[in-house]
């Protein structure tokens, strides 16, 4: 799987997205230090800015899809950017917040944060660790398919990568999230149409085959499901005098 930046898939992206919104929902409900100044929504994708937002505070969408950007509303503006290397001087920004895009990124990406964020500046993030889509590979691995997804991190390695780029964490918790699927097509959906893996790729025809006879036989079998573990982390940069 891969990242898509297709233009079909910014336009159906909130169709397809039920675990994505539940994410993003609890990533701004409870980021209740946000405050005034410049916040970057790091791979906002084709949604709304959050009504949370302070209302002296300049929220930017950020993401490296144009195609995404071009769906996303109520922004101060929109930023096309790759999160390893965003265009805002050192220190610049007060407030990061990122759901469901940082593992695409990698825990190499919050330094990136640090050099950005100013000397009090928050943060927080979603991310899916692992443990998720199990179901999914144990489907494909018992037809003896080798799955194609993203090696998702755990819990320990962000939770380091953080305090190890200089911030200091205010909350990290987890939550499971199930999505049942009945139908194969609508359960291929879902990992396509939100842009996220694009088009599914198939090495030969006889691959493709197998896969999708294992995935009716899944979902004829009534467990089949899209499960997530998501990891929630929130930070801030320590005040440092001179």
């Known amino acids: 799987m891969r990242f898509s930046r297709q233009p079909v898939h910014a336009q159906q992206y909130n169709k397809y997205a039920s675990v994505q919104t539940v994410a993003r929902h609890w990533l701004w409900s409870e980021w209740s230090s946000i405050g005034q100044g410049v916040v970057l929504d ?121 305090r190890g780029v200089g911030f200091r964490l205010t909350s990290v918790e987890i939550r499971h999230c199930r999505e049942p699927y009945v139908d194969r097509r609508q359960l291929v959906r879902a990992l396509t149409r939100i842009g996220a893996s694009g088009d599914m790729h198939w090495p030969s025809r006889a691959s493709r085959r197998a896969t999708l006879v294992a995935l009716d036989h899944w979902c004829a079998s009534g467990r089949a499901c899209l499960d997530y573990v998501l990891l929630r982390v929130q930070g801030e940069k320590p005040f440092v005098t001179s």
């Open 42 to 162: 790091l791979g906002a994708g084709p949604v709304a800015c959050p009504a949370s937002a302070h209302a002296n505070s300049t929220v930017l969408a950020v993401d490296q899809s144009l195609a995404m950007l071009s769906q996303s509303k109520g922004y101060a503006g929109c930023v096309t950017a790759e999160a390893r290397a965003l265009p805002f001087a050192r220190g610049a920004v007060q407030g990061i917040a990122s759901s469901m895009a940082m593992q695409w990124v990698g825990t190499e990406g919050l330094a990136e944060w640090s050099r950005v964020l100013d000397h009090s500046g928050q943060m927080a993030f979603v991310v899916p660790i692992a443990g998720t889509l199990a179901g999914f590979r144990d489907c494909l691995e018992s037809a003896g398919i080798t799955p194609r997804i993203l090696a998702f991190h755990d819990e320990r390695t962000w939770v380091s990568a953080a």
